[in-house]
């Protein structure tokens, strides 16, 4: 089945650095993948969408210049949280649609939980 | 997008069927119903998915009402496993298209 990658799964960082997270399509191609933010306790939230060789499309509210979003090929997004501060730790997950037909089945990955200190 | 309406909470003995009721009454004729489940510290995981048909795969089976204004995820025999938030999503099937993530039913499944 359609499997997708995250790395790192956890990072912590200093606050003021950037840090960069890779999504990986393994087993097929990915034209659009999404990246979503989850809050302790709360549900994912979509923070953009991220398509294959043009720029990415932000939901309001998602500031485009700190979350640097690059979908350079068909399996891999990266997502760059720039100059991170605190309020900015949180658990990152993309996904992608790696079903075929006419539902709309998104694999996410495993995750990546950022602490910023 | 048609929005769903979900228990915050629901309890299950081991062995038993888990039963997760989801009301999405204004979904529209080309919205699919998704059902993900999100183990804790973990990315969600696809359930199944139906249009107007009952379907049943390997994990669980998922009844949809005639009218389609709500469905009911059926786990046959719940194990401490299926804890775990269980999320109900309506979106159209088109490709591109994210899930919208609401708050979704904790079931706990206890011994």
């Known amino acids: 089945g359609a499997v997708v990658s995250q790395h790192p799964s956890w990072v912590i960082c200093k606050s003021g650095t950037s840090v960069k997270i890779e999504c990986r399509s393994l087993?097929?191609?990915?034209?659009?993948m999404f990246w979503y933010r989850q809050f302790p306790k709360q549900s994912l939230m979509l923070m953009a969408t991220?398509?294959?060789?043009?720029?990415?499309?932000?939901e309001q509210g998602v500031e485009k210049d700190k979350f640097l979003i690059n979908h350079a090929s068909l399996t891999l997004s990266t997502l760059t949280v720039t100059s991170a501060h605190p309020e900015d730790s949180s658990f990152y997950i993309c996904?992608?649609?790696?079903?075929?037909?006419?539902?709309?089945?998104?694999?996410f990955g495993a995750g990546s939980r950022l602490t910023v200190l | 997008d048609a929005k769903t309406t979900q228990p915050p909470s629901m309890d299950c003995a081991e062995g038993r069927a888990a039963n997760l009721p989801c009301n999405h009454s204004?979904?529209?004729?080309?919205?699919?119903v998704y059902w993900y489940r999100q183990i804790h510290s973990q990315g969600p995981q696809y359930i199944i998915h139906g249009l107007k048909n009952n379907e049943t795969n390997e994990m669980a089976s998922l009844i949809i009402t005639e009218d389609r204004k709500s469905s009911t995820l059926i786990l046959p025999h719940a194990t401490l496993r299926d804890t775990a938030v269980y999320y109900c999503?309506?979106?159209?099937?088109?490709?591109?298209?994210?899930?919208?993530f609401g708050k979704g039913t904790t079931l706990s499944v206890s011994s």
């Open positions: 999503i309506v979106r159209v099937g088109q490709a591109g298209t994210a899930l919208i």
């Open positions: 204004t979904i529209s004729g080309n919205e699919y």
């Open positions: 087993d097929f191609q990915a034209t659009t």
């Open positions: 991220s398509n294959e060789g043009s720029k990415a499309t932000y």
């Open positions: 996904s992608a649609r790696g079903h075929l037909g006419g539902a709309n089945v998104l694999t």
